[in-house]
């Protein structure tokens, strides 16, 4: 449905890095907007109940990141690595 415009979007790409990062990250929300239309009259509860399932499953999972991050924190600090923060003076 939006392969023309794809298209363009790659013709953007330059080979700088972050540049063409967020044109891939454009292609990737393009390619799932796609998708979800096509879901939409395919199986609009499939496509309902499947994105639902994995934002639970993402939320479910945010525990434990954070928990496995403030650990990874302490332990540096234990260990005398602890991040060195900068603060700007206003």
Same mark, same amino acid.
């Given at each position: 449905?939006?392969?023309?415009?794809?298209?363009?979007?790659?013709?953007?790409?330059?080979?700088? $890095?972050?540049?063409?990062?967020?044109?891939?990250? !454009? @292609?990737?929300?393009? $390619?799932? #907007?796609? %998708? !979800?239309?096509?879901?939409?009259? %395919?199986?609009?509860?499939?496509? *309902? !109940?499947?994105?639902?399932?994995? !934002? $639970?499953?993402?939320?479910?999972?945010?525990? #434990? @990141?954070?928990?496995?991050?403030?650990?990874?924190?302490?332990?540096?600090?234990?260990?005398?690595?602890?991040? $060195?923060?900068?603060? *700007?003076?206003?």
């Amino acid at each position: 449905m939006f392969d023309e415009m794809i298209t363009k979007i790659h013709l953007l790409k330059t080979g700088e $890095k972050f540049h063409d990062f967020c044109l891939d990250d !454009a @292609i990737n929300y393009i $390619k799932k #907007a796609t %998708d !979800a239309l096509e879901a939409s009259t %395919d199986n609009p509860e499939s496509w *309902y !109940a499947d994105n639902v399932a994995m !934002a $639970k499953t993402f939320l479910d999972l945010f525990p #434990a @990141i954070e928990h496995t991050l403030h650990t990874r924190t302490l332990e540096r600090v234990e260990e005398g690595n602890s991040p $060195k923060f900068q603060t *700007y003076s206003q």
